[in-house]
């Protein structure tokens, strides 16, 4: 892909690292940055190299969401405010369904389409004071990027309602309280825990990592006979595989394995 404007894209090992590059208006989204995302999304899943991705934001905030000055000057016409639109859902189907695990770290605020962002993600990381927030109903409009469903399966009906009826802000240790986190640092150890964490992940079997991912956000609405024969099918998949035999053999040699991705 072409140099983006709007992101950093750093390689740590096996780790892509996409960071929001917006500083000046606090990593608010425009359009070019939907599209450089989706970008690098499909670049990290081409590359075998390749096995976890994090987010993050550079600056004070993760992502404030919406850039509402660039909004307010653009005299959008109706299908263009669509397109818009369909761009932020785009962007948080891809995370849902990549492949790879996807960490957010949460650094500052992370509000509206950064926040939708953050819950698209199989993991978020924050720091301690960073605040995290769905103020959409206050601004006159709604949420989206599937939030609707996957915020009542981190933290509860009621709960969600709450967060998404009154747009509260919540802080990294009360995230982490209601499991919309999985964890809140000190803000000079976020990047360290996120990267620990995929690079954890980016140790797995990665055939059967993606398989796990799609089995766990489907889940929810799956019928039990169903989930239970994709499971099944699942594991037959796994088991043709070369990281299967590798998995065997580690187990039998006692050692790390070394999975390939085949």
Same mark, same amino acid.
């Given at each position: 892909?072409?140099?983006?404007?709007?992101?950093?894209?750093?390689?740590?090992?096996?780790?892509?690292?996409?960071?929001?590059?917006?500083?000046?208006?606090?990593?608010?989204?425009?359009?070019?940055?939907?599209?450089?995302?989706?970008?690098?999304?499909?670049?990290?899943? !081409?590359?075998?190299? @390749?096995? #976890?991705?994090? $987010?993050?934001?550079?600056?004070? *905030?993760?992502?404030?969401? /919406?850039? &509402?000055?660039?909004?307010?000057?653009?005299?959008?016409?109706?299908?263009?405010?669509?397109?818009?639109?369909?761009?932020?859902?785009?962007?948080?189907?891809?995370?849902?369904?990549?492949?790879?695990?996807?960490?957010?770290?949460?650094?500052?605020?992370?509000?509206?389409?950064?926040?939708?962002?953050?819950?698209?993600?199989?993991?978020?990381?924050?720091?301690?004071?960073?605040?995290?927030?769905?103020?959409?109903?206050?601004?006159?409009?709604?949420?989206?990027?599937?939030?609707?469903?996957?915020?009542?399966?981190?933290?509860?009906?009621?709960?969600?309602?709450?967060?998404?009826?009154?747009?509260? !802000?919540?802080?990294? @240790?009360? #995230?982490?309280? $209601?499991?919309?986190?999985?964890? *809140?640092?000190?803000?000079? /150890?976020? &990047?360290?825990?996120?990267?620990?964490?995929?690079?954890?992940?980016?140790?797995?079997?990665?055939?059967?990592?993606?398989?796990?991912?799609?089995?766990?956000?489907?889940?929810?609405?799956?019928?039990?006979?169903?989930?239970?024969?994709?499971?099944?099918?699942?594991?037959?998949?796994?088991?043709?595989?070369?990281?299967?035999?590798?998995?065997?053999?580690?187990?039998?040699?006692?050692?790390?394995?070394?999975?390939?991705?085949?």
């Amino acid at each position: 892909m072409q140099r983006p404007e709007t992101l950093i894209i750093e390689r740590q090992a096996a780790v892509m690292v996409i960071r929001f590059n917006r500083p000046h208006r606090l990593n608010a989204v425009v359009e070019p940055l939907y599209r450089e995302l989706l970008a690098a999304l499909d670049e990290a899943e !081409r590359d075998p190299e @390749v096995r #976890a991705v994090v $987010l993050s934001g550079e600056g004070r *905030a993760f992502c404030v969401g /919406a850039d &509402m000055k660039e909004h307010g000057a653009a005299g959008r016409t109706l299908h263009q405010r669509r397109e818009y639109l369909q761009l932020g859902n785009d962007v948080c189907e891809a995370i849902l369904r990549s492949p790879l695990p996807v960490v957010a770290a949460v650094n500052g605020y992370a509000l509206g389409a950064g926040a939708e962002m953050a819950v698209a993600c199989d993991f978020i990381v924050m720091s301690e004071a960073a605040q995290i927030g769905f103020p959409e109903v206050g601004i006159g409009t709604c949420v989206g990027g599937g939030v609707s469903q996957l915020l009542p399966q981190l933290v509860g009906l009621g709960q969600a309602r709450r967060l998404l009826y009154t747009g509260v !802000r919540i802080d990294g @240790v009360e #995230a982490a309280r $209601l499991g919309l986190a999985s964890q *809140a640092v000190p803000a000079e /150890a976020l &990047m360290d825990a996120a990267l620990g964490l995929a690079e954890t992940l980016s140790r797995q079997a990665p055939i059967s990592l993606a398989m796990l991912k799609r089995l766990v956000n489907q889940g929810s609405h799956e019928s039990l006979e169903s989930q239970l024969q994709q499971e099944l099918d699942a594991v037959f998949r796994c088991s043709t595989t070369a990281d299967w035999q590798e998995g065997v053999d580690a187990f039998a040699e006692k050692r790390s394995p070394n999975f390939q991705g085949c």
